[in-house]
T-cell receptor
Protein backbone atom coordinates (compact mmCIF):
# COMPACT_ATOMS: atom_id res chain seq x y z
CA UNK A 1 0.00 0.00 0.00
CA UNK A 2 1.37 3.40 -0.95
CA UNK A 3 1.78 5.89 1.86
CA UNK A 4 -0.25 8.57 0.09
CA UNK A 5 -2.82 7.80 -2.58
CA UNK A 6 -4.73 10.23 -4.74
CA UNK A 7 -7.58 9.74 -7.16
CA UNK A 8 -5.76 9.05 -10.38
CA UNK A 9 -7.52 11.44 -12.71
CA UNK A 10 -7.20 13.13 -15.03
CA UNK A 11 -10.05 15.32 -13.90
CA UNK A 12 -11.78 17.52 -16.42
CA UNK A 13 -14.17 20.19 -15.18
CA UNK A 14 -15.97 23.05 -16.94
CA UNK A 15 -14.98 26.60 -16.12
CA UNK A 16 -16.85 27.83 -13.08
CA UNK A 17 -17.47 24.35 -11.65
CA UNK A 18 -16.07 22.78 -8.48
CA UNK A 19 -13.10 20.47 -8.79
CA UNK A 20 -12.85 17.88 -6.01
CA UNK A 21 -9.56 16.15 -5.27
CA UNK A 22 -9.14 13.32 -2.80
CA UNK A 23 -6.21 11.88 -0.91
CA UNK A 24 -5.83 9.06 1.62
CA UNK A 25 -2.79 8.27 3.72
CA UNK A 26 -1.58 5.26 5.65
CA UNK A 27 0.38 6.73 8.59
CA UNK A 28 -2.20 7.33 11.31
CA UNK A 29 0.32 9.44 13.26
CA UNK A 30 0.63 12.07 10.52
CA UNK A 31 -0.05 15.59 11.73
CA UNK A 32 0.59 17.92 8.81
CA UNK A 33 -1.04 17.87 5.39
CA UNK A 34 -0.36 19.91 2.31
CA UNK A 35 -1.62 20.49 -1.19
CA UNK A 36 0.85 21.57 -3.85
CA UNK A 37 0.05 22.74 -7.36
CA UNK A 38 2.45 21.92 -10.16
CA UNK A 39 2.19 23.42 -13.61
CA UNK A 40 3.69 21.43 -16.46
CA UNK A 41 7.47 21.82 -16.48
CA UNK A 42 7.50 23.78 -13.22
CA UNK A 43 8.23 23.02 -9.59
CA UNK A 44 5.58 22.28 -6.95
CA UNK A 45 4.06 25.32 -5.31
CA UNK A 46 2.35 25.17 -1.92
CA UNK A 47 -1.28 26.26 -2.04
CA UNK A 48 -2.78 24.90 1.19
CA UNK A 49 -1.70 23.44 4.50
CA UNK A 50 -4.00 21.93 7.11
CA UNK A 51 -3.20 20.54 10.54
CA UNK A 52 -6.51 19.94 12.34
CA UNK A 53 -9.74 18.19 11.49
CA UNK A 54 -12.32 20.17 9.60
CA UNK A 55 -12.26 22.68 6.78
CA UNK A 56 -9.79 25.41 5.95
CA UNK A 57 -10.64 27.96 3.32
CA UNK A 58 -8.29 30.21 1.38
CA UNK A 59 -9.89 32.11 -1.46
CA UNK A 60 -11.35 29.62 -3.92
CA UNK A 61 -9.59 26.70 -2.26
CA UNK A 62 -10.93 24.63 0.63
CA UNK A 63 -8.96 21.85 2.26
CA UNK A 64 -10.79 19.26 4.35
CA UNK A 65 -9.15 16.91 6.82
CA UNK A 66 -10.56 13.86 8.58
CA UNK A 67 -7.83 12.16 10.60
CA UNK A 68 -10.10 9.34 11.77
CA UNK A 69 -10.71 8.35 8.17
CA UNK A 70 -7.14 9.27 7.14
CA UNK A 71 -8.53 11.41 4.39
CA UNK A 72 -7.75 14.87 3.10
CA UNK A 73 -9.38 16.64 0.20
CA UNK A 74 -9.11 19.83 -1.80
CA UNK A 75 -12.02 21.67 -3.37
CA UNK A 76 -11.44 24.30 -6.02
CA UNK A 77 -14.50 26.50 -6.41
CA UNK A 78 -15.28 28.56 -9.52
CA UNK A 79 -12.57 26.70 -11.43
CA UNK A 80 -10.57 28.81 -13.87
CA UNK A 81 -8.40 27.76 -16.83
CA UNK A 82 -5.40 28.91 -14.76
CA UNK A 83 -6.23 26.10 -12.28
CA UNK A 84 -5.28 23.52 -14.92
CA UNK A 85 -2.32 21.76 -13.30
CA UNK A 86 -1.32 18.66 -11.38
CA UNK A 87 -2.21 18.75 -7.69
CA UNK A 88 -0.01 16.87 -5.26
CA UNK A 89 -1.14 15.76 -1.83
CA UNK A 90 1.67 15.61 0.74
CA UNK A 91 1.63 14.18 4.24
CA UNK A 92 4.25 14.85 6.90
CA UNK A 93 5.36 11.81 8.87
CA UNK A 94 8.10 11.52 11.46
CA UNK A 95 10.91 12.83 9.33
CA UNK A 96 9.76 13.28 5.79
CA UNK A 97 7.08 14.53 3.51
CA UNK A 98 5.42 11.78 1.47
CA UNK A 99 3.76 12.71 -1.79
CA UNK A 100 0.96 11.20 -3.77
CA UNK A 101 1.43 10.67 -7.49
CA UNK A 102 -0.77 13.67 -8.23
CA UNK A 103 -4.09 14.37 -9.92
CA UNK A 104 -4.09 16.32 -13.16
CA UNK A 105 -6.91 18.80 -13.47
CA UNK A 106 -8.00 20.36 -16.75
CA UNK A 107 -10.46 23.23 -16.66
CA UNK A 108 -12.22 23.54 -20.00
CA UNK A 109 -13.57 26.88 -21.12
CA UNK B 1 13.69 37.91 -1.62
CA UNK B 2 14.76 34.54 -0.29
CA UNK B 3 14.86 31.77 -2.85
CA UNK B 4 16.16 28.37 -3.85
CA UNK B 5 18.23 28.02 -6.99
CA UNK B 6 19.38 24.90 -8.79
CA UNK B 7 22.06 24.47 -11.40
CA UNK B 8 22.33 23.39 -14.05
CA UNK B 9 18.70 23.53 -15.15
CA UNK B 10 19.33 20.97 -17.87
CA UNK B 11 22.09 18.38 -18.10
CA UNK B 12 22.95 15.63 -20.55
CA UNK B 13 25.58 13.14 -19.50
CA UNK B 14 26.81 9.69 -20.34
CA UNK B 15 26.47 6.46 -18.42
CA UNK B 16 29.23 6.04 -15.86
CA UNK B 17 30.11 9.71 -15.46
CA UNK B 18 29.99 11.48 -12.13
CA UNK B 19 27.48 14.32 -12.05
CA UNK B 20 26.88 16.96 -9.38
CA UNK B 21 23.69 18.99 -9.16
CA UNK B 22 23.87 22.18 -7.15
CA UNK B 23 21.24 23.55 -4.78
CA UNK B 24 21.53 26.89 -3.01
CA UNK B 25 18.96 28.49 -0.71
CA UNK B 26 18.90 31.91 0.88
CA UNK B 27 16.04 31.17 3.30
CA UNK B 28 18.56 30.25 6.02
CA UNK B 29 16.66 26.99 6.49
CA UNK B 30 18.33 24.16 8.36
CA UNK B 31 16.37 21.45 6.54
CA UNK B 32 17.09 20.64 2.90
CA UNK B 33 15.89 17.84 0.68
CA UNK B 34 16.51 16.27 -2.71
CA UNK B 35 13.69 14.59 -4.66
CA UNK B 36 13.37 12.99 -8.04
CA UNK B 37 10.16 13.08 -10.00
CA UNK B 38 9.24 10.46 -12.56
CA UNK B 39 5.99 9.89 -14.37
CA UNK B 40 3.74 7.65 -12.34
CA UNK B 41 5.89 7.84 -9.20
CA UNK B 42 5.39 11.36 -8.00
CA UNK B 43 8.11 12.91 -5.88
CA UNK B 44 10.48 10.49 -4.17
CA UNK B 45 12.95 11.50 -1.49
CA UNK B 46 16.61 10.84 -2.26
CA UNK B 47 18.51 12.43 0.62
CA UNK B 48 17.86 15.03 3.25
CA UNK B 49 19.79 17.12 5.76
CA UNK B 50 18.75 18.74 9.01
CA UNK B 51 21.81 20.93 9.31
CA UNK B 52 25.50 21.39 8.59
CA UNK B 53 27.35 18.07 8.44
CA UNK B 54 24.07 16.13 8.80
CA UNK B 55 22.93 13.91 5.91
CA UNK B 56 20.36 11.12 5.77
CA UNK B 57 19.18 8.61 3.19
CA UNK B 58 15.72 8.78 1.75
CA UNK B 59 13.71 6.10 0.01
CA UNK B 60 15.70 6.05 -3.26
CA UNK B 61 19.26 6.90 -2.18
CA UNK B 62 21.23 4.16 -3.99
CA UNK B 63 23.70 5.71 -6.43
CA UNK B 64 23.41 9.19 -4.91
CA UNK B 65 25.31 11.10 -2.24
CA UNK B 66 25.09 14.52 -0.62
CA UNK B 67 27.26 16.64 1.63
CA UNK B 68 26.36 19.66 3.75
CA UNK B 69 29.29 21.95 4.53
CA UNK B 70 27.22 25.10 5.10
CA UNK B 71 23.60 26.11 5.65
CA UNK B 72 22.98 27.38 2.12
CA UNK B 73 24.11 24.47 -0.07
CA UNK B 74 23.25 20.80 -0.52
CA UNK B 75 24.88 19.42 -3.67
CA UNK B 76 23.66 16.06 -5.00
CA UNK B 77 26.22 13.75 -6.60
CA UNK B 78 25.50 10.84 -8.87
CA UNK B 79 28.57 8.69 -8.38
CA UNK B 80 28.29 6.79 -11.68
CA UNK B 81 25.32 7.93 -13.71
CA UNK B 82 22.91 5.28 -14.96
CA UNK B 83 20.09 5.56 -17.49
CA UNK B 84 17.64 4.82 -14.66
CA UNK B 85 18.68 8.13 -13.12
CA UNK B 86 17.23 10.10 -16.00
CA UNK B 87 14.69 12.23 -14.19
CA UNK B 88 13.74 15.67 -12.99
CA UNK B 89 15.46 16.54 -9.72
CA UNK B 90 14.04 19.01 -7.22
CA UNK B 91 15.77 20.50 -4.26
CA UNK B 92 13.68 21.83 -1.38
CA UNK B 93 14.21 23.53 1.93
CA UNK B 94 11.80 23.85 4.81
CA UNK B 95 11.04 26.27 7.56
CA UNK B 96 8.25 26.99 9.99
CA UNK B 97 5.36 29.08 8.73
CA UNK B 98 2.31 29.48 10.95
CA UNK B 99 1.49 26.18 12.61
CA UNK B 100 3.87 23.93 10.79
CA UNK B 101 6.92 23.22 8.73
CA UNK B 102 6.56 24.10 5.04
CA UNK B 103 8.73 22.97 2.15
CA UNK B 104 9.69 25.28 -0.69
CA UNK B 105 10.97 23.87 -3.95
CA UNK B 106 13.66 24.96 -6.36
CA UNK B 107 12.99 25.19 -10.12
CA UNK B 108 14.31 21.69 -10.86
CA UNK B 109 17.08 20.14 -12.93
CA UNK B 110 16.26 17.92 -15.92
CA UNK B 111 18.90 15.22 -16.22
CA UNK B 112 19.27 12.91 -19.20
CA UNK B 113 21.69 10.02 -18.93
CA UNK B 114 22.58 8.49 -22.30
Amino acid sequence: QKEVEQNSGPLSVPEGAIASLNCTYSDRGSQSFFWYRQYSGKSPELIMSIYSNGDKEDGRFTAQLNKASQYVSLLIRDSQPSDSATYLCAVKGDYKLSFGAGTTVTVRA
Amino acid sequence: DAEITQSPRHKITETGRQVTLACHQTWNHNNMFWYRQDLGHGLRLIHYSYGVHDTNKGEVSDGYSVSRSNTEDLPLTLESAASSQTSVYFCASSGFVGNGETQYFGPGTRLLVL
